[in-house]
């Protein structure tokens, strides 16, 4: 854990993950504490928050079918489909909704979400996660599913009747 000296004044790692965790942006993080964007950044991406510069690009893995997912999770999933034969739309568009839901069965007429689950809770990604998950539930009802790393094998042949 660093611990950095400014204006007569320690800021810990923690101040930093703090902000962020409140929704303050890497820049402003920075401006306020008086420190460089680039540490703020190294800082985030060291307890494992996405970059948030603009040139960073997401994590692309492209699936046995060509899907380019957006995580190793997302992936194990959607070859699971791919090799089942299951017929999948990954991050199918809703109309005049604005989350997508990772996956979406034609046949069993059901969305599913991967969810990865962290022992850190209340994190930017976990909030709007959420935020994302409860307006899918609300929408879709019965025809959404949540997956995590946990449960999504099972919660897979439930859904495909193969459990």
């Known amino acids: 854990m660093s611990v950095f000296r400014r204006n007569g004044r320690f800021i810990t790692e923690n101040d930093m993950l703090s902000m962020w965790r409140d929704g303050v942006e890497p820049f402003n993080i920075a401006k306020q504490l008086g420190i460089s964007n680039s540490t703020v950044i190294k800082v985030l991406h060291r307890h494992g928050l996405p970059k948030a510069d603009s040139s960073v690009r997401p994590k692309v893995c492209l699936a046995l079918d060509g899907h380019k997912c957006r995580s190793d999770h997302e992936k194990l999933v959607d070859n699971w489909l ?82």
């Not at 850190?120 to 790393?149: C, D, M, P």
């Open 82 to 163: 791919y090799l089942h034969n299951i017929r999948h739309v990954y991050e199918p568009r809703l109309r005049n909704i604005r989350f997508k839901p990772d996956w979406y069965l034609p046949k069993q007429k059901l969305y599913m979400e991967f969810v990865f689950l962290s022992a850190e809770s209340g994190t930017r990604y976990q909030l709007l996660h959420q935020r994302k998950i409860t307006s899918l539930q609300q929408l879709l009802g019965a025809r959404f599913v949540v997956l995590n790393q946990n449960n999504w094998e099972t919660e897979l042949e439930k859904a495909v009747g193969k459990g």
